[in-house]
């Protein structure tokens, strides 16, 4: 094996294991509040629709030992942890601009330095709408070259968006940062932009799934 090989190896490997860790921190908080309620099967009362975003991660974080919250940029020193998230692969806007996201408060800081954000929905299942994407990551226009709006129901209560080695490199979905949509039931569901693939495949013994690239450029 080749020393470049060997380093993908390696890193690879350093990317799954922090993920799995992560990802098991946060299954089993989910669980102990199940557990602790008596209602497994119904994380409602966690994430609870009738709540905000920071109200909820306030109720969350008490599951994870020597954790603090930051609800906004102005909390402390929070601010810091406002940084982009690039996808799994490379996605393009309707000019061919490729594309990133941000990590949005709330934000539970572990003690390990990774980071888990919040996004409470006002229902467990609603009605959205946004863009949507061809197999190569580009935005699906009209004959006109506007972005086509699709709508359909989602199934899930929140998002938690977690990066398993906080603001350190290379802060890209599917590598160190994962979003699951939380149902609820408490399992889990997640869109391949946003690393689900790659958490699957890792909990299934394989590899990261991502492709490095640089928002902002264009595709040609």
């Known amino acids: 094996m080749t020393l470049p090989a060997l380093i993908t190896n390696y890193k690879n490997k350093e990317l799954a294991t922090r993920a799995k860790k992560s990802y098991s ?11 602790d309620n008596g209602v497994v099967g119904d994380i409602t009362g966690l994430f609870d ?18 954790a603090y919250l930051c609800k906004n940029q102005s909390s402390g020193d929070c601010s810091k942890f406002h940084y982009p ?3 799994a692969s490379p996605l393009y806007d309707e000019n061919g601009v490729s594309r990133a996201s941000w990590v949005n408060y709330p934000i539970i800081v572990l003690k390990d330095a990774s980071l888990i954000s919040i996004t409470q929905n006002s229902a467990c299942e609603y009605k ?17 070259g506007n972005p086509v709006i699709y709508e359909w129901t ?3 209560c929140a998002t938690i968006t977690f990066d398993t080695n906080g603001m350190s490199k290379p802060n890209q979905y599917g590598a160190d940062a994962f ?20 958490l699957k495949n890792i909990l299934q013994g394989g590899n990261p799934i991502y492709t490095k690239y640089t928002p902002g450029e264009s595709k040609d």
């Open 49 to 66: 629709p009738s709540k905000t975003s920071a109200e909820v991660a306030e109720n969350f974080a008490k599951y994870f030992d020597g």
């Open 85 to 87: 998230l690039i996808y």
């Open 179 to 198: 979003q699951v949509k939380v149902r609820s039931d408490g399992t889990f569901s997640g869109w391949s932009g946003a690393g689900w693939n790659s």
């Open 25 to 35: 921190i946060i299954s089993q908080a989910v669980q102990k509040y199940q557990a």
């Open 128 to 144: 959205t709408s946004g863009y949507q994407y061809d197999s190569d990551g580009n935005t699906i226009v009209d004959s006109s």
């Open 154 to 156: 989602e199934f899930m």
